[in-house]
């Protein structure tokens, strides 16, 4: 049975970086396609960044040129670092993944975590 993990979440002061982690159990990285998520309350759950197997990578316009996502196989982890973070960042963050990738919708998604709280300061 596959687990994800997320961990790294904390609050922060806008303009601050956090990185992201989220361990996977059950299955190795390297043969998931996997991404983040996030979600604030009353909103619904949305795209923030995603790697395929094969290392490329999607962004949700908000994320890019900020945030980027990485793998590291040996370890089995996948993270999310996070730059020049802004008041509206503030969310739950969610792991994801996925071993038949269809599309960047949350419904498409296979697994998930249970989420890390990222709230950032102004």
């Known amino acids: 049975q596959v687990q994800l993990v997320e961990s790294g979440g904390e609050l922060v002061q806008a303009g601050d970086s956090l990185r992201l982690s989220c361990a996977a159990s059950?299955?190795?990285?390297?043969?998931?396609?996997m991404g983040w998520f996030r979600q604030v309350p009353g909103k619904e759950r949305e795209f923030v960044a995603f790697?395929?197997?094969?290392?490329?990578?999607a962004y949700a316009d908000s994320a890019k040129g900020r945030f980027t996502i990485s793998r590291d196989n040996a370890k089995n982890t996948v993270y999310l670092q996070m730059n020049s973070l802004k008041p509206e960042d503030t969310a739950v963050y969610y792991c994801t993944g996925t071993t038949r990738f269809k599309t960047l919708r949350p419904s498409d998604m296979d697994y998930w975590g249970k989420g890390t709280l990222v709230t950032v300061s102004s």
């Open positions: 059950g299955r190795t990285v390297s043969s998931f396609y």
């Open positions: 790697t395929w197997s094969s290392g490329s990578a």
